[in-house]
């Protein structure tokens, strides 16, 4: 099975590598916030309380990562490269409909399917650079990612699927 980021374009540089870096952790505390507080919404609140506390540490990344690039010129990344949901003004009302349907089992697997890619793109990335440091800077990436993908995991087996399989009911 290849990963999403397995044939990632070359990262270059420092800037390259912290530009996306920026992107992917932006996305994903976005992303966390608005599903904490939806579970909250529903009512469960530890599924919500682990989603604003991976959000608060999405952003403290961001923040890290901006102040590391601090006095660089970094590239510009599209956030649709990095969206969860479709974004923009076609998408919103989509992007609103998926948000209130959601269940927190299925809050879970996007935010583990999100974690995974972001896993795959620093972990590709650290294979294909050549600049020792640079390399680190993607391997600790891709641990931070690790760490968040075995909390999501952790949630997962312990939020029921509310999805009713019929076929092994009356099968």
């Given amino acids: 099975m290849s990963t999403p980021y397995a044939n990632v374009r070359a990262i270059g540089s420092s800037e390259e590598l912290l530009a996306h870096a920026i992107e992917i952790e932006r996305e994903a505390a976005a992303r966390y916030a608005e599903l904490g507080e939806r579970m ?8 919500g309380e682990l989603f604003l506390r991976l959000a608060k540490l999405e952003q403290d990344h961001e923040q890290e990562l901006v102040k590391r690039a601090a006095g660089l010129k970094l590239p510009q990344i599209p956030s649709s490269e990095y969206a969860w949901l479709g974004q ?26 999100a974690e995974v890619r972001a896993a795959a793109f620093f972990e590709a990335a650290r294979k294909q650079i050549r600049d020792p440091q640079l390399a680190e800077m993607a391997a600790e990436m891709a641990a931070e990612e690790g760490v968040h993908i075995a909390w999501v995991k952790s949630a997962i087996r312990r939020t029921p699927d509310p999805v009713i399989d019929w076929s092994s009911v009356f099968g």
Avoid: S
Avoid at 40 to 47: A, R, T, W
Avoid at 88 to 113: M, N, S
């Fill in 40 to 47: 909250k919404d529903l009512g469960n609140d530890i599924v």
């Fill in 88 to 113: 923009g003004a076609p998408e919103t009302a989509a992007h609103d409909l998926v948000l209130q349907t959601l269940t927190p089992h299925a809050a879970l697997k996007i935010a583990l399917a």
